[in-house]
């Protein structure tokens, strides 16, 4: 019954499967547009997220489980606990490409169990079976992916959520195994592990044995069009073995962002941080080197990335602590927090991988409970002991596991940064403009990966520009229809490091087509990108979102950000012309 | 200077205060059409509710000063923190007189302190001055009340916020003293005492002395309506010396909407309580009786009330325990708590009173809480220590003090019965459903004074209704708009028991011309009140409300209410039609 490309329909009120064809015009989509597409047809857009008339659909994307560079990203999609919008929030993990060499176009998590049952659901290529999963529950992460591993087999893929996710609290992420099985790697934004929580999952467990490679519909152009990306990506200074990412990680922007001045500080009172070197990709592949051991920087999140800029960070004693240290992490535990103690944050880091939530939010919620007085910015040590009552599920975990604007809300704190109930990432929108159109506009909330402007406004990827210039409507618009394209695809948003050249986004595209067929061009990434977009938009509208949901929050407006001492003074006319 | 009708406002980002000529588009308003009128042209809807740009704003209603029966009302207006929307709470209470004996028709705060200093303002006669008002911070307000009355003595009228609103609870309310000087007469809803709190403003204290009675501009009229009216209402079975409201107060409600099947119980998991006849109104006449002493029923709310709905509950000694206890406050601790001991009632409705919290919200956080797990249902004992976590401050207390729709997202609970953010309150809409229509579509979120349906669907007050009939969109409008118009003229809700009778109702409108010199007829009412509820309308809409907000909670489409099994039915489509 695996033979042809299929969607797995899963009804958790009676544990009932039923395995589709894929209608037709399901057939050229993806990851996020598939996701986005299932979400909207079928989802009540004024549902409860956490209720039985939800759905959480996961997806590989187009190129995923081929050989194509860098591609193994799996979209999760679903109404988000923690925006009440539509969410599409993608990993890089081996699950990916697993599921795609099952021939699993998605798998649609639909209803809600009558009892407080959760469920284990393997799916290999005979079927699907459930089985209690008891034995996880309550544990760290760190304790049940070895359990579940133990049981299922070393070769496994697995999904999962932790204690965050079986609580229901509104930043759990669905955690996916890195290539050495670590419970590391997340779709993390949004909340879609509380969502699979309230589906009474707890791990997806997948087997691809026995299972060949995704077919395609036209080898010559797909392998012509992988060796042209490939080297394109073996080339870029950023992308390359030894290059920006390879050897420093995401992290390596913490020094350029935080002397652009917009490396948000103290929960979002400053844009630069006395403490940064110490938290930067610099001190990371430093520590790495010094400590030894386990440390290494280089890390692929799934096999045949040919980037790698993930890294797993060694003890004192170089055993390992934690993979990995992302930028957005070492930024929202360190300089949001005020910590410049790379140990303590690569600690939070840790308990986010071992309770199932999204660092991000995280960090964004702890420093806004120090913003209302819970701990002092800078105080590593008790943040770590705040971070421990989530796993103990008290109300203050569950406070800090619900995302900075409820903990914000219980204190009092008017300074909340986030967009659409979502905390922003690691870049602040009053010294750095564009990326503030795109948290505004955003269909996910305050979300850096949905439209980046950062490679241009920053690091120049485009030729000179003004960070402070608030002309980029038209930038932020173009990166957020490219970056949704992107998201069909399966391959990882830092491929646009190399795509900038015609010949290799050109390669990306006979990827694409050598896969299924097609034979899109330049001109249907902006139609396929904005097709996914007004999707999106379209669900958001539907459960109530306006023109008052695409603004940055209040403050942001009439607070000066120092050092540059600038507000967000991109008007709301031109916020509501992004999207057109 | 105080000798014409004016506005006063004050800037508490520096304390300056501005006394200013009544505009002529206002000249004519009064209460809610003033509040909502004032915040409609002045405040940003999309402003943070705590930040600087919102303002709250006190109005007396039209009639409120003169002798006119039951016409102390005050209405307070501000962008609500609950509901993210307009918002206007009003309550009855001497403080509503004296501003208007004040010649004041508005007070407008408005700005922010630069630090976390806290005020009080004083008005009298000579004008406004500002004292620091920490001697009564932290403080439960039966302790505070009397410090500031010994302060300003006994005569003077005092508005404020407790411990909740000084903690920006988004459940805190604004409280006015009764006619013997009790922190106990509510502007609950909402939250506005919150945003008095953000202003720094812990007391508003009026001095009347020295001003006269509210000038006539036709002395002969209004004495002829207020002689009609006043008869009607001594006449009338529901508002007459003796009769239901004066002998029972509102908890005379509890059996019969009980009997309906419609009193929310257990979290609006029933729609009947076997509890019932143990927190009612007859329940509560019968221990004033017997345990004598303080307990009174038949307590007016302000001088001139001639209705007295009012009681003070006694304990088992006589001694006073609290006041009042309404039909919603017996039902929110009381069966929608599954409580049945009206002695653990009093004493959560003092704490709600000491602490400055709404009753009916604080009930249905309470609630909320026991579905989560804080508590099992019924168990008062333990209720009341958690409430006591309030005035604390504890992350629990500040959960609870936020509200149901806060506490239930932290502990997962699906079950939340609000709409707009606010709990709904003693009607379960799937038993009555015309009051589901009056929730789902007031500007105000869900709130029964909104629009009252229930005296025509389970009264009886307009013929035989069946309160499962759907098709009362229509009823759920004239009410909405006819509401808005009573709380504009300051009179108390309860008139309308009588002004079912068009002479009754021609009174009223006499006693309005008689102060203003219009010439409203009952066309007016209608345009008035439509027009009030428009300018809401708008607020919302511009601060992002859709369609989606008017809408009750999505279980209750799929979650049939014992004992008649009946799930909320009116369709989408008939509430959106509701305002046209």
Redesign the interface.
């Known amino acids: 019954m695996f033979s042809v490309e299929k969607i797995i329909r899963i009804d958790m009120t009676d544990l009932k499967t039923k395995v589709e064809k894929v209608p037709d015009k399901y057939k050229e989509m993806g990851g996020r547009w598939l996701t986005s597409s299932i979400i909207n047809d079928e989802v ?5 997220p ?4 939800n759905k959480l659909v996961f997806a590989p994307g187009i190129v995923t489980g081929t050989s194509a560079p860098s591609s193994g990203r799996l979209s999760v999609g679903g109404k988000s606990p923690l925006t009440g919008g539509i969410k599409e929030a993608n990993a890089g993990t081996p699950f990916s490409q697993m599921l795609a060499k099952l021939d699993v176009k998605a798998i649609i998590l639909e209803g809600k169990p009558k009892d407080d049952k959760y469920w284990v659901i393997k799916v290999d290529k005979n079927g699907v079976s459930f089985e209690p999963a008891d034995n996880y529950l309550g544990k760290g992460l760190h304790e049940a992916y070895p359990l579940a591993f133990k049981k299922y087999g070393k070769k496994v893929g697995i999904a999962g959520v932790g204690v965050s996710g079986e ?4 930043n759990a992420g669905i955690c996916f195994n890195d290539i050495d099985n670590r419970p590391s790697r997340y779709a993390g934004r949004g909340g879609l592990g ?1 969502v699979m929580g ?1 589906k009474g999952v707890k791990f997806i467990v997948l087997d691809d044995k026995g299972t060949q490679a995704v077919k395609l519909k036209d080898r010559d152009l797909f392998n012509k069009g992988r060796k042209t990306l490939t080297t394109a990506l073996q080339t870029n200074d950023g992308t390359k073995p030894g290059g920006m990412l390879n050897a420093l990680g995401t992290a390596a922007l913490v020094n350029v962002i935080n002397e652009a001045g917009g490396l948000p500080t103290r929960n979002f009172r400053e844009g630069r941080f006395e403490g940064a070197a110490a938290i930067s990709g610099e001190a990371i592949a430093e520590a790495v080197k010094k400590r030894g051991g386990a440390g290494m920087t280089g890390h692929p999140c799934h096999p045949g990335c040919v980037i790698g800029c993930s890294n797993v960070y060694p003890k004192e004693d170089g055993t390992e602590h934690v993979s990995c240290i992302e930028y957005e992490s070492t930024w929202a535990f360190g300089a949001n927090c005020g910590i410049d103690n790379l140990d303590d944050i690569a600690e939070m880091i840790w308990q986010c991988n071992d309770y199932g939530i999204d660092t991000i939010e995280a960090g964004g919620a702890m420093a806004v409970a120090m913003e209302g007085g819970l701990a002092s910015f800078g105080d590593g040590k008790k943040a770590i002991e705040l971070m421990k009552e989530i796993k103990k599920g008290t ?2 975990g ?2 800090l596991g ?1 995302g900075a604007e ?1 903990i914000g ?4 704190v ?1 300074r909340i940064p986030g967009v659409k109930g979502q905390n922003m990432p690691a870049y602040d929108p009053r010294a750095i403009k564009g990326i503030g159109i795109t948290y505004a506009t955003s269909p996910m909330g305050a979300d850096h990966t949905a439209g980046y402007t950062i490679g241009a406004e920053v690091l120049g990827m485009a030729g000179p520009m003004d960070p402070l210039d608030t002309d980029k409507g038209g930038l932020a618009k173009m990166l957020q229809d490219s970056t949704a394209f992107i998201d069909a695809t399966g391959y990882c948003n830092f491929v646009t490091f190399a795509t900038g050249d015609p010949d290799a986004f050109d390669a990306l595209l006979q990827t694409c087509n050598g896969v299924q067929g097609t034979s899109w061009t330049l001109e249907d990434v902006g139609r396929i990108g904005g097709e996914i977009i007004d999707i999106e938009r379209s669900f958001n ?9 695409d ?1 940055l ?3 942001m407006k ?1 607070e000066k950000l120092p050092p540059h001492n600038n507000v967000f003074d991109v008007s709301d006319e031109d916020l509501d012309k992004v999207h057109g």
Do not use: Q, V, W
């Not at 009540?44 to 409860?48: I, K, L, R, Y």
């Not at 609580?167 to 509104?170: A, D, G, N, Q, S």
């Not at 509208?541 to 949901?549: E, I, L, M, R, V």
């Open positions: 009540d857009p004024t549902c409860h956490l209720g039985p008339n609580m229901l609290m509104t509380a309230s109300l203050l569950r406070a619900c409820t809300k219980l204190l009092g008017i509208k539907a459960a109530g979102f306006t023109k008052a949901d603004r929050p209040e403050f009439y």
